[in-house]
């Protein structure tokens, strides 16, 4: 990623920390219930929803 | 609100360890053991069934401890001991009061009515349906009542745990991110959702059915929304063992993640993708389109499958990191040679990562290939590869962690240290040959849940390879070697708990169970770029090279198969 | 370590060792690769699963089935009587699955084409074809549609492979291909 690593061995970087904003993929991944929202409609739609139309469109047959 | 919760401090790890949660975390992993016992028995009946020689239970028998056999270790025996684990990665690892007790406890009760209600059904005799209880084959409606009781306890019990989160949040009992471990809790507990969320979808009207409300239940509908349930209640067990094995390594040898962002980012795909598995049981059904089929039984471009990968090299680089900081550098392997292969908490974890991979994770995504499913669904093969996942990787991995449970948490010391220390080994090589001998009958044509393979009772006759007949024997061959260490397991915890010194406060210093200032041997910084790490390149190769070839050699198989269309 | 907040506030922009780069990198593009095989094989390969199938009355199927093997029966087998019906290549076939047998027994010409079709009478079962190990799912109320090409003579058992209640290892069925 390029970046240089902030707070070193994480002695005494305390003043560097607090000028950085937290990276966005950070904030997700310490949101547990956006996580939570994300790991249920992802299935959800692409498994549960999208396998139960393809069932339901199943012709009839003769 | 309520006056302040009693704990008390660690004096091996200085974590808080509240009142309840110990309570929980002990009432939880008890029960959860003695569904390991009941249905690890019904498995060696089953396996003694299968061995044609000894062809042990009558048909009807078999069919109900197979049953048995599927409920009680793959829902009951692996869930309970979840909840213990989120339990701990909430509330031990944050320092943190556990929200809501009552509900915590209100979920235990649910749960252990649901199971023994389901297990009772069961024991009758009008529900030998398989764990899978297919519709429009019928149990009787006690039997989905206790699965649907088990299930609600089970979702509260996931929600204490993300009410948890918010308390110690709130309260703020740790600083920055929550621990890598209590991440992998937190997945667990995600894809817990969601599976118990289908199994509700799909239970709850079976049971009205079962009670004459509903007409009639779509078979392949039914199927698809069971599966949602069914396999995702076993991502809950990789999220959770992978979890573990991050603990043990870091309790053990104070290894540390070698990055917290290349290992939380596998979790997300976790998260985002492996519950789409699931399609793998339909890939030879009526009517669903190749798309759906691809797509989801790839989880997506394979994505989930990169987060185990990346999971699959990022352990043992940690344990190797750990261990060349401690010295021993030799070679490329000295740090595996000298790592504590005596520690039974140690030996399960490397064994479970080892046959995860190899054993389940590889034959996983072949037989959830779209056309290699052809040659493999319910044939032994099925059975063969989830042995390798769920009980040489979780089942595994879960006794291991009990290693360092029973000392912190029940404050005991470990009976009988040499049973102990052989324990994983012998439980892991019965395990193995389980799986390996159940997938060589399936390549052979031999079908899973079936009493009789030489069809003595068919009106017509058909011989299977006689090779067969030799996998089945050393399957059961290798069920007794796993029994066996099973039974050493629930032997060593049982007399622990009960007959076992009670472990002093400054045992930490004279007998340490996990490595002391475990983070300081290591250095503080988070990636370990400074240091080579050759083992871990060397063994992840050694298992990319063998995925890639078994993968091709089953492509190989199906091109010989005839031509479909 | 794992069990404790990372000592990094900032962790996600720590860069990665190498080895971390590149077998997420190998990882993926294996995983791209599985993905794109299976897709390489609808295209070019000669075993996929049709997606043909009706929903069928499972009276209704089973007369077609019935009528099918009225036509073309040329002798019978087993405890039972099975029929073993030879049907002209190229053409629908139909067997179906009930507690507990596979009805009725095929006869077929080797490196001839058939329009297999499969339903269940009753629960669900496995048509496992068998020492070939072909293994589909078959449903009640679901008629699916496979075409089908023998390319060895021989006698192959159809073994269910869905657990369908106390019968079901006595559940067999039979396909024989013939030379000419």
Redesign the interface.
């Known amino acids: ?7 070193g061995e ?1 002695v005494d970087g305390q003043s560097e ?1 607090d000028d ?1 904003r ?2 966005p ?2 904030s997700l ?1 310490d949101n547990p219930f956006l996580l939570l929202f994300i790991g249920v409609a992802v299935p959800a739609v692409l498994y549960t929803i999208w396998g139960v139309m393809e069932v339901a469109s ?5 | 609100m309520v006056a302040k919760e009693k704990f008390r401090v660690c004096p091996d ?1 200085g974590f808080k360890v509240f009142q309840h949660t110990e309570n929980l975390i002990k009432a939880n992993a008890v029960v959860a053991v003695v569904f390991l016992l009941i249905g690890g028995l019904f498995g060696l009946l089953v396996a003694l069934t299968r061995w044609q020689a000894i062809h042990l239970l009558p ?2 028998l078999f ?1 109900l401890a197979l049953t048995a056999h599927g409920a009680d270790v793959l829902l009951f025996w692996i869930i309970f001991f979840e909840v213990a684990v989120l339990y701990f990665a909430g509330s031990v ?1 944050l320092n943190v009061r556990i929200a809501a007790p009552r509900f915590a406890w209100g979920a235990f009760i649910l749960m252990l009515v649901g199971a023994l209600m389901a297990n009772v059904a069961v024991l009758q005799g009008e529900s ?3 764990f899978t209880s ?1 519709v ?2 019928q149990a009787a409606p006690h039997f989905y009542l206790g699965l649907i009781l088990f299930a609600v306890g089970a979702l509260v019990a996931m929600f204490v745990f993300f009410g948890t989160l918010v308390v110690a949040k709130q309260e703020k009992t ?8 209590t991440f992998g809790g937190v997945v667990a507990a995600i894809i817990a959702v969601y599976t118990i969320a289908s199994g509700a979808i799909i239970l709850i009207p079976t049971l009205l059915w079962s009670l004459g409300y509903i007409a009639e239940i ?3 509908m039914y199927k698809l929304v069971w599966w949602g349930m069914g396999h995702s209640s076993q991502q809950i067990n990789v999220a959770a063992q992978v979890s573990i094995w ?2 043990i ?3 053990v040898l ?9 290992s939380r980012g596998a979790f997300l795909l976790y998260i985002l993708f492996l519950q789409l598995a699931s399609a793998h049981h339909l ?8 798309e759906w089929k ?1 797509f989801n039984t ?1 989880y997506a ?3 989930a ?2 987060g185990s ?2 999971h699959g ?2 352990i043992p ?2 344990v190797e990191a750990a261990q060349r900081r401690r010295g021993y550098t030799q070679g490329m392997f000295g740090w595996l040679r000298k790592a504590p292969w005596g520690n039974p908490a140690f030996s399960g974890m490397a064994m479970s990562v080892l046959l995860f991979g190899i054993l389940g994770g590889i034959t996983g ?1 072949v037989l959830g ?3 290699l ?7 032994l093969y099925v059975p063969g590869h989830f042995h390798g996942t769920v009980v040489a990787g979780t089942t595994l991995a879960f006794m291991a962690i009990t290693y360092l449970v029973v000392p912190l948490i029940f404050r005991k010391e470990i009976i009988w240290p040499r049973i102990a220390q052989w324990q994983p080994y012998l439980f892991g090589l019965g395990v193995a040959g389980i799986s390996v001998f159940m997938m060589g009958a399936g ?3 031999v ?7 030489t ?1 003595s ?6 011989d ?2 006689p090779a067969a007949f030799l996998m089945m024997g050393l399957n059961g061959i290798s069920a007794v070697i796993a029994s066996i260490g099973g039974v050493m397991f629930i032997l060593v915890i049982v007399a622990t708990l009960l007959f076992g010194k009670d472990r002093a406060e400054d045992a930490c210093k004279t007998n340490p169970v996990i490595l002391p200032d ?2 300081a041997v ?1 250095a ?6 400074v240091l080579k ?1 050759p083992g ?2 060397a063994l ?1 190769s050694v298992f ?1 090279l063998a ?2 070839l078994y ?1 091709f050699v089953n ?1 190989k198989y ?2 010989e ?5 | ?20 780069i590149g ?2 990198t ?3 593009l ?3 690769m ?2 794109g ?3 390489y ?2 295209i070019n ?12 009355d499972p009276e209704t199927y089973g007369e077609k089935v019935e009528a099918f093997a009225e036509k073309y029966t040329v002798r019978t ?4 009587d ?1 029929p073993v019906v030879k049907p002209p290549p190229g053409s629908d076939v139909y067997m179906l699955g009930r507690l507990w ?1 596979w009805w009725p ?1 095929l006869e077929l010409k080797k490196d001839q ?1 058939y329009r297999l079709h499969l339903s269940s009478m ?3 079962h ?1 048509w ?1 074809l ?15 549609v ?7 003579s021989g006698e192959f ?1 159809v ?16 396909i024989y291909v013939v030379d000419k």
């Open positions: 990623m390029g970046e240089a690593p902030l707070g994480g920390d950085q937290i990276h993929m950070q991944l199943i012709p009839i047959g003769q | 790890t048909a009807d069919y690892l030998s349906v398989m297919y429009p084959m740790y600083e920055g991110s929550i621990p890598l471990v779509d078979s392949v991050y603990a390594a870091a309790m104070g290894a540390k993640p070698l990055s917290e962002k290349v890939l030879v059904e009526p009517g669903i389109s190749s691809v790839s471009l394979y994505l499958v990169l990968m990346i090299m990022s680089g940690a995504v290939t779209e056309q499913n052809l040659i493999m669904h319910n044939t390549t052979l044509g079908s899973r849940r079936h009493w009789d393979m069809f009772d068919a009106a017509l006759n058909f299977v390879p475990g983070g290591v503080t910084s988070g990636s370990e770029g790490l871990t390149i992840v990319f995925f890639v993968y492509w199906l091109s198969v005839w031509p479909l269309s | 370590m794992a069990l404790t907040p990372p000592e990094n506030k900032h962790w996600w922009r720590e860069p990665l060792h190498r080895m971390e077998w997420i190998i990882a993926f294996w995983g791209l599985m993905f095989v299976m897709i094989w609808h390969g000669e075993q996929n699963l049709s997606n043909e199938a009706y929903r069928v087998e087993g405890k039972n099975t047998e027994i084409t009753d629960w669900q496995g496992s068998q020492p070939t190990n072909i293994n589909i799912q078959v449903h009640p109320k679901y008629e699916m496979m075409t089908l090409k023998p390319t060895k058992g073994v269910c492979n869905e657990f369908c209640g106390v019968g079901h290892h006595t559940m067999l069925g039979k």
